[in-house]
């Protein structure tokens, strides 16, 4: 019994033609008529084999395949299916076709299991209508009140409470997630890097991922002439900016597992004759390992303070977020990789740099993550793609992992 990697192709191409922007990469937002339209494809295959559909707090999905024993704790997989503006086919896609595609042959091959199966779509992972990043998975998991949802707006000012509604997503079940009636969960999912790649490697396995510290700062000097003022009696903000983005460059790149990022600047007044009076700017610091990651957080913090001294600007530092590292499960990790081995698949063992929902599951219960190549390292993009083959070596190692937790 192994994957069928033409009909996994079928499913993404289906998927992917609900799509708000043709011809400039995919556009998918939660709750809108492409996302509808792709759920409902699902739901339609998902009819085919029988599953037990429920709608679930706040809009995620469930589709249910009973197993021997009624009440044992489910076995999980899946991913998502929103997207970011003209982003890629195959982000969320690929856990999302790879479990439906287990659970296809899971029914059509009778195979008996213990524990109930669930497939699983989470809402708005990617956070590009509502902001928030893994919303789904956090307000099934009690970390999001359904009254916060009338408060989360997108940017047309429609609350998340009333887009799902007029989707026409009743959730049936509000019940939380809970950690006693979930045994595993696995997501498989795309690397959105170059390190699989690079090292010729279809299958990479999650053992951490990062957690991120996202800072905002504002350094201020005094705006003035372009020319009349000279360079000697000047507090250019924009100066004393790019001493800090190179500090960040070198500071980030001092352990050699910490990645550190400026990903935004804006430059007041900016203008062409005007030196500059104030700058913002995003830092974006992540590590696998908690303490490194805030060793590098002051670090970063001390080298802002003694460039704004040396450079007479005052600046203001604020914390947006900041996730602890999390730990996916050694026993899941293990499974994954005794499967892959035994179908004959090299495996690397590996940290993710970007969050998923299983960070948010991995509280509750053991989860673990299979990893796919993506071509030159790119995702959030129309040129991100996966090999159709290494999609179906994911779908075959999910395939067996599941048998073996869920018998
Ligand atoms: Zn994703």
Not at 18 to 21: D, E, R
Not at 124 to 134: A, H, K, M, N, Q
Not at 190 to 194: A, F, G, H, N
Not at 268 to 273: E, L, Q, R, V, Y
């Given at each position: 019994m192994k994957a069928d990697a033409k009909r996994i192709e079928r499913d993404i191409e289906e998927i992917n033609k609900?799509?708000?922007?043709p011809g400039s990469g995919i556009t998918r937002l939660t709750f809108t008529k492409e996302y509808m339209g792709a759920l409902n494809y699902i739901l339609g295959e998902l009819e085919k084999i029988g599953a037990e559909v429920q709608i679930m707090r706040g809009g995620n999905i469930r589709a249910r395949f009973q197993g021997?024993?009624?009440?044992a704790p489910s076995v999980m997989i899946g991913s998502h299916i929103d997207s970011v503006f003209?982003?890629?086919?195959?982000d969320g896609i690929v856990g999302t076709v790879t479990s439906l595609e287990v659970v296809r042959l899971i029914y059509e091959n009778k195979i008996p299991h213990k524990n109930p199966i669930d497939f699983v779509i989470f809402v708005?992972?990617?956070?590009?209508?509502?902001?928030?990043?893994?919303l789904g998975s956090r307000i099934w998991a009690g970390k999001v009140s359904n009254e916060d949802l009338s408060k989360i707006l997108d940017k047309e000012g429609t609350s998340y409470l009333d887009a799902m509604k007029k989707s026409g997503l009743i959730p049936k079940d509000e019940g939380l997630l809970e950690g006693n009636k979930i045994k595993a969960m696995i997501e498989p999912h795309?690397?959105?890097?170059?390190v699989l790649e690079s090292k010729g490697l279809s299958i990479g396995i999650v053992e951490v991922i990062a957690g991120i510290k996202q800072l905002e700062l504002t350094i201020e000097g005094v705006s003035n002439h372009a020319g009349a003022t000279p360079m000697n009696l000047r507090n250019d903000a924009l100066c004393g900016a790019a001493e800090i983005i190179l500090n960040v460059e070198r500071i980030g790149s001092k352990k050699g597992t910490s990645v550190a990022t400026v990903g935004f600047v804006e430059v007041?007044?900016?203008?062409?004759?005007i030196i500059p009076g104030k700058v913002k700017m995003t830092l974006d610091i992540r590590d696998k390992d908690d303490a490194v990651l805030n060793e590098i957080a002051d670090s970063i913090m001390e080298s802002i303070e003694s460039t704004c001294k040396n450079r007479q600007l005052k600046f203001n530092i604020k914390q947006v977020s900041y996730t602890k590292p999390v730990l996916l499960s050694k026993k899941i990790a293990k499974t994954i990789e005794d499967t892959a081995k035994k179908q004959g698949i090299k495996t690397l063992r590996m940290v993710s740099g970007a969050v998923h929902d299983s960070s948010i599951i991995a509280e509750f219960t053991d989860v673990g993550m299979i990893f796919v190549p993506s071509k030159n390292g790119r995702?959030?993009?129309?040129e991100e793609y996966t090999d159709i083959k290494d999609i179906e070596i994911a779908a075959n190692i999910l395939l067996d992992s599941v048998i073996d937790l869920s018998k």
């Open positions: 609900f799509n708000l922007t021997l024993e009624k009440n003209q982003g890629g086919m195959y708005e992972e990617d956070g590009s209508r509502f902001s928030t990043v893994l795309i690397e959105q890097s170059l007041i007044p900016g203008k062409t004759n995702s959030h993009c129309p």
